[in-house]
């Protein structure tokens, strides 16, 4: 004679959806659908449930901690790099008489959709240019006090 306890029998509801994935799943393992449940239910209420389900949070959160920093990084590096465009372009473009100030507004929608168009170009296919910048520069070229590359 065996020395097995008896097991308690308790009926359960199940959405359908989930009664077909426990259906299929003993089926696959070739294991009574009582067994993956009680199995289930042991998981569940198991004191190293709680702390799985911490570290799974916790390492998803790290990953997003990851890509928070990376959006910033590249934020930052856009910003700066508009920053010192501007300061450039500034300090280095000289204003133009009342008819060239004409002709160049006339010629600006053109470049502007060029430009568009290559930076379209540039994003579809990449690199990037925060993929050509190492993360590790600590120091760039000496900018004189208006932001504008030294000479």
Request: no cysteine; glycine share 4%.
């Amino acid at each position: 004679m065996t020395n097995r306890k008896k097991k308690a029998q308790i009926s359960v509801y199940l959405d359908q959806a989930i009664m077909a994935m426990l259906a299929d799943y003993a089926a696959r393992r070739d294991q009574s659908q009582s067994m993956i449940a009680e199995a289930a239910i042991a998981s569940f209420l198991s004191p190293d449930a709680d702390e799985r389900r911490e570290a799974a949070i916790a390492k998803r959160l790290d990953q997003v901690d990851r890509r928070l920093a990376r959006q910033e990084r590249d934020v930052g590096i856009a910003v700066e790099t508009l920053a010192v465009f501007v300061r450039f372009w500034l300090a280095t473009t000289p204003a133009l008489p009342e008819p060239a100030a004409q002709a160049a507004r006339a010629k600006a929608a053109e470049r502007y959709d060029a430009f568009l168009s290559a930076l379209g170009r540039r994003l579809a296919k990449g690199p990037k240019l925060r993929q050509e910048i190492s993360e590790d520069v600590e120091t760039g070229p000496d900018l004189n006090q208006s932001g504008v590359p030294g000479r």
